[in-house]
Every structure is written in structure tokens, then in C-alpha cells.
T-cell receptor
Framework: NAGVMQNPRHLVRRRGQEARLRCSPMKGHSHVYWYRQLPEEGLKFMVYLQKENIIDESGMPKERFSAEFPKEGPSILRIQQVVRGDSAAYFC?????????????FGPGTRLTVT | AQRVTQPEKLLSVFKGAPVELKCNYSYSGSPELFWYVQYSRQRLQLLLRHISRESIKGFTADLNKGETSFHLKKPFAQEEDSAMYYCALSGSGNQFYFGTGTSLTVIP
């Protein structure tokens, strides 16, 4: 089991472009979480998904951000029309059960830089 | 509102000395508390959770509901304990709240 995979590891986008961040959970895990870490801050919950369903997106900005976890393929965090303030490390975690019931396994993160 | 506070950004201790990383929380219910650790160039990983009452790598943490704290302790710090430590809380909802982290350096 290769663990949670995230790609790309580093992503540079100009203001106004779109950023697509991918997360492949561990085999057998159907619960995926996305977190954002701004400089000098802790991890902030963004969204929790199960296969084909968004369960909780209360931590995600209402505009420009969206997430999906299709039946086949990785989970995608999409940021449209990126701004400088979106520059951050984005982490994905997966678990076989909902948060709190079992351990979350983290990916290495994607570092997004908006120029 | 749920909050996790780690008041120390940086903490340095000498090898062999006791170490305590502080974590306070606010939650209007029965939370589950966790400590996650990130060693240099490695991924964030679970260190321990209060519900299991385990001692991992010599670390323990006791949930004190009266003081709303979940401090992480180790009686004798080792150099390999140098890492970033995050306290986290899971409540009745689906969210998982992390503190801002404490960077621990164990001085040889």
C-alpha cells in the first residue's frame, strides 16, 4: 500500500488561472479530507468527502473552491481564478472510517504558489 | 465554536529532560483528542489518541475535562523526538480541528 498520494507536489499558477490538486487515498479508504495550511498557521479543515458525496464542506470558501471524489479516480480539489491569498500547502488525508473513529493518513501535501 | 490552542510555537529541551507540550481545547460536548507528529521530511502521522490510553514512543497524554486540556508528556526527551507536534480534536460533526502546532527541539 503506497499510502496517500498527492500530485503535483508543487504547483505554480498565475493569478486568475485554475489549480487542480489531486489526492489518491489509501487502498480501501473511502473517506477523504482536505486541509489547508497557510504560512504560520495550523491545518484548517476544508472539506470531507466520501465516494461520490460531499459530506461536509463547511470549511471551504464559498466561491472559487470545489471538491469531488468520483467513483473512479482520485479526489480533486479545484480552485478557480486563483489569487495570491490561495498560496498555501494543501493536505489530503484518508481513512477507512469517519474522522474520530479511526486514524487519518496524510499525504505529503501540494504546495501551491500563486504569482 | 470548537478551538484547539497550542500556546507554544517553539519548545526546546535538553536530552533526558522532561517535556510537556500544551494543548487546550474548547468544545461543548465530548470530544476526541489526538496528537499528530510530523518528523523532518516525513508526513503527518498519528502519535496517540486519548481514547486508546496508550503510551507511544514514551509519550502519554491525559484528557483533563475540568481544565479542557490534553497535554503531551514524556519524562525523558530523546533527540529523535525533535519534530512538529499537532493537537487535534474531533467532535460530533465531521470536522477535525488542528492546533497551530509546536516545534519541539531536543538539544543533545
Amino acid at each position: 500500500n503506497a499510502g496517500v498520494m498527492q500530485n503535483p507536489r508543487h504547483l505554480v499558477r498565475r493569478r486568475g488561472q485554475e489549480a487542480r490538486l489531486r489526492c489518491s487515498p489509501m487502498k480501501g479508504h473511502s473517506h477523504v479530507y482536505w486541509y489547508r495550511q497557510l504560512p504560520e498557521e495550523g491545518l484548517k479543515f476544508m472539506v470531507y468527502l466520501q465516494k461520490e458525496n460531499i459530506i461536509d464542506e463547511s470549511g471551504m470558501p464559498k466561491e472559487r473552491f470545489s471538491a469531488e471524489f468520483p467513483k473512479e479516480g482520485p479526489s480533486i480539489l479545484r480552485i478557480q481564478q486563483v489569487v495570491r491569498g490561495d498560496s498555501a500547502a494543501y493536505f489530503c488525508a484518508s481513512s477507512p472510517d469517519p474522522a474520530g473513529k479511526s486514524e487519518q493518513y496524510f499525504g505529503p501535501g501540494t504546495r501551491l504558489t500563486v504569482t | 465554536a470548537q478551538r484547539v490552542t497550542q500556546p507554544e510555537k517553539l519548545l526546546s529541551v535538553f536530552k533526558g529532560a522532561p517535556v510537556e507540550l500544551k494543548c487546550n481545547y474548547s468544545y461543548s460536548g465530548s470530544p476526541e483528542l489526538f496528537w499528530y507528529v510530523q518528523y523532518s521530511r516525513q508526513r503527518l502521522q498519528l502519535l496517540l489518541r486519548h481514547i486508546s490510553r496508550e503510551s507511544i514512543k514514551g509519550f502519554t497524554a491525559d484528557l483533563n475535562k475540568g481544565e479542557t486540556s490534553f497535554h503531551l508528556k514524556k519524562p525523558f526527551a530523546q533527540e529523535e523526538d525533535s519534530a512538529m507536534y499537532y493537537c487535534a480534536l474531533s467532535g460530533s460533526g465531521n470536522q477535525f480541528y488542528f492546533g497551530t502546532g509546536t516545534s519541539l527541539t531536543v538539544i543533545p
